[in-house]
Nanobody, 118 residues
């Protein structure tokens, strides 16, 4: 199983980024996904989840109404659109895959750095 995240970078506070995660090695349509982040000195936080169907989504309170997770089953890719970025969103962002919505993920990607300057 491979999850290849991309799209990270440096952005000013208030700006936007879109992360992408290309997935291979799983049956994409029956897999659930998520994005998590890890900032220096902090525990990994799962910020968004999406089920087998795009209307099943969950967000951490810290990103609700600013981030949006989507999936494109035709491209085997999941996305995280991040708006109104804050300095506290600075972290390494990881995509993850699992089999049951809201349960622990089984597979993790390599991470992409997001840095928000204030």
């Amino acid at each position: 199983v491979q999850l290849q995240a991309s799209g990270g970078g440096l952005v000013q506070a208030g700006g936007s980024l879109r992360l992408a995660c290309e997935v291979s090695g799983v049956t994409f349509g029956t897999t659930v996904f998520g994005w998590a982040r890890e900032a220096p000195g902090k525990e990994r936080e799962i910020v968004a989840r999406i089920g087998r169907f795009s209307n099943s989504v969950r967000y951490a309170d810290s990103v609700k109404d600013r981030f949006r997770i989507t999936r494109d089953d035709a491209k085997n890719t999941i996305y995280l659109r991040m708006n109104s970025l804050k300095s506290e969103d600075t972290a390494v962002y990881y995509c993850a895959a699992g089999t049951v919505f809201l349960e622990d993920f089984k597979y993790w990607g390599q991470g992409t750095q997001v840095t928000v300057s204030s």
